[in-house]
């Protein structure tokens, strides 16, 4: 029994259902790692893990590849699907979460229900798009908040519905939906006019570093949604909430010591977190690896601190810092900035954009030049037709 | 600048290809390329990132990088060398 058992859950197809019939079957195999083929039987799962404690992994099969299902065998696991029995004691209550391999190969990370379950306070009833993946923390998150609270309505997508999304939601009356800023860059891009015909009442954003002009979009298309965004991760948990519509929290957050609330400093430009939703083994002060920029009476987190650095002859340029000036651009929807190898200097800039067809990129590179040092205008600029969506919903920017 | 997409490639660029992307790079930046093949790089401000970007432009174009480790960096001070050595490059590569 759990307090959003009555909920209503929509499945990719379409087919309405609640927690409380999603406990159907057999207890499952104990520690479990169930990869997924279909939302369904992830779902299923997890309502297993509520009712018996069931020590839980949830990722879609997809995400698994041939090493990682070995290492999760050799972790003790059974794979029901892969027809491999557990060969270890189980930890009850345990949830494992697959990190999204963006900084490397995916990590599991230790959690329970209760360290994902991060909205506590009473909510207003609301149908959410769950676009995620399963087994991601965003998944999670949302999936805790219906378990947890009666009125939290899931539509569920899959990658084969994902791209149809408005037309579900307009369909099951869905009011609430959270995406990576790439999610809402492809649809905003995508669907347009369209989205103006799903009447949500809250947007959410995390999972990438968000930045004021996909929020201004979102504005502009939902002017009476509320607008948040979450910096939240499988390690960390989710540590800052920010519904002002503004890019970056506020400074005044830093270095204040709350009971329930995570601890956030800048430490040499990083941010770090203290969190009392972090994954087991997680330490308690974590190096977040993301780049903490205080400017006036805000911090801005523009992207990672690795892999951001691109050398131009000596000098170093930020690629978050570039993607942020081309994202400024109105008729630029999406970008991508690298770091090119190239004779002389070492590594050029180089940038692949989606645009609204409106400008060239003879006058990207102007406008680029406008507002960067020379050394970190973007010197081959590719436009692609479409913003390219990996199955966490980011896209390596 | 143009797109760089689609790319199509062609094996190798002749001199008069490879001096059109050249007037590309420094139109970019509102410059004009003299005719002929003596002008001082300095006197027409085309610097290294200006050659870099040249040099991707080539590699884009007949869709192979170039190794520069190759031949060795040489000194380049006018249009001819820049046309010389990125004309060789692709012999070597």
Known sequence: ?397 | MNSIDPPATVSVLDRDQIRDLMTQVLAAQGKDLPSGESADLREIGFRSLDFSELALRVEDEIGRELNFDAPGLRNIRTVGDVLDLLAELQDAT
Not at chain 1, 369 to 385: D, Q
């Open chain 1, 1 to 397: 029994m759990t307090a959003g058992d009555a909920n209503r859950v929509v499945l990719p197809d379409g087919t309405a259902t609640t927690w409380r019939a999603l406990l159907d079957g057999e207890p499952l195999p104990d520690p479990v790692a169930v990869l997924a083929e279909d939302a369904a039987s992830a779902l299923r799962a997890v309502r297993r893990h509520v009712e018996d404690g069931t020590e839980l992994l949830v990722a879609a099969r997809s995400r698994v590849d041939e090493t990682l299902r070995a290492e999760l065998i050799e972790a003790g696991f059974a794979v029901p699907s892969y027809g491999v029995p557990a060969h270890r004691a189980a930890e009850p209550g345990r949830l494992w979460i697959l990190t999204s391999g963006s900084t490397g190969r995916p990590k599991r990370i230790g959690h329970t229900l209760d360290s994902l379950t991060t909205v506590r306070e009473a909510q207003p009833p609301r149908t959410w798009l769950c676009p995620y993946s399963p087994g991601t923390y965003a998944w999670w998150q949302l999936v805790t908040l219906s378990l947890a609270q009666p009125g939290q309505d899931l539509v569920v997508t899959d990658p084969a519905t994902l791209d149809d999304w408005p037309r579900a939601a307009a369909k099951h009356g869905v009011t609430a939906v959270s995406g990576t800023p790439t999610f809402w860059r492809q649809s905003l891009h995508r669907h347009g006019d369209e989205l103006t015909t799903v009447p949500l009442s809250q947007i959410t954003l995390g999972g990438e570093p968000v930045d004021q002009p996909v929020l201004d979009l979102l504005r502009a298309t939902f002017p009476d949604a509320r607008i948040s965004w979450i910096y939240a991760s499988s390690e960390a948990g989710a540590a800052v909430v920010v519904h002002d519509g503004r890019a970056g929290f506020p400074a005044s957050w830093l270095d204040r010591d709350s009971v329930d609330r995570p601890r956030l400093s800048v430490v040499d430009g990083e941010l770090l977190v203290a969190s009392p939703h972090r994954g087991a083994g997680v330490p308690e002060l974590l190096h977040t690896g993301d780049r903490a920029e205080v400017t006036g009476d805000r911090v801005l987190l523009p992207g990672r601190i690795s892999g951001d650095e691109i050398n131009v002859g000596g000098t170093k340029v930020s690629a978050g810092a570039v993607r942020e000036v081309l994202l400024t651009h109105p008729s630029v929807r999406w970008a991508r900035v690298t770091g090119r190898r190239a004779p002389l200097v070492g590594q050029l800039v180089s940038a692949e954009v989606v645009t609204d067809g409106t400008v060239d990129t003879a006058l990207l590179q102007r406008f680029a030049a406008e507002h960067l040092a020379e050394s970190a205008v973007p010197r081959r600029i590719r436009v692609l037709p479409e913003i390219p969506v990996k199955e966490t919903l980011k896209s390596d920017v």
